[in-house]
C-alpha cells in the first residue's frame, strides 16, 4: 500500500497493526473459494454417479429408494428368521433338535 504524503503517522501505524488481519482473511477467503470449487466438483461428480445407478439425483427420491432397500432387506431378514423358525420347530419334533 503506497501512503499518501499527507497520512497521518497514527493512521499509518494503525494500518500496519491491521494488515496482519487483513492478510489472514485474505488467505482464508482464497482457500475457502477453493474448497467451495472442490466441493462443487464432488457434487457433480456425486450426482452424476446417482443418475448412472439410480436413474436420479434427486434427493428425495433418493432417499425414497434408500427407505425401499431397507424395508425390503428388513422383511427378507424376516423371512429367513422365519424359515429358520419353522426348521427349528420341525426339528424339535422330529426329536433330532437335541
Do not use: C, H, W
Not at 5 to 18: I, S, V
Not at 30 to 47: H, M, N, Q, V
Amino acid at each position: 500500500m503506497q501512503a499518501s504524503p499527507t497520512m497521518d503517522p497514527k493512521t499509518l501505524k494503525r494500518l500496519d497493526e491491521l494488515r496482519p488481519a487483513y492478510d489472514r482473511l485474505r488467505a482464508e477467503r482464497i482457500r475457502a473459494e477453493g474448497e467451495i470449487e472442490r466441493l462443487a466438483a464432488e457434487l457433480d461428480e456425486a450426482r452424476r454417479l446417482a443418475r448412472e445407478a439410480f436413474g436420479t439425483d434427486d434427493e428425495t427420491a433418493l432417499a425414497g429408494l434408500v427407505e425401499a432397500a431397507r424395508a425390503e432387506n428388513e422383511a427378507a431378514v424376516e423371512a429367513f428368521a422365519a424359515r429358520l423358525r419353522a426348521i427349528e420347530a420341525r426339528l424339535a419334533r422330529s426329536g433330532a433338535g437335541s
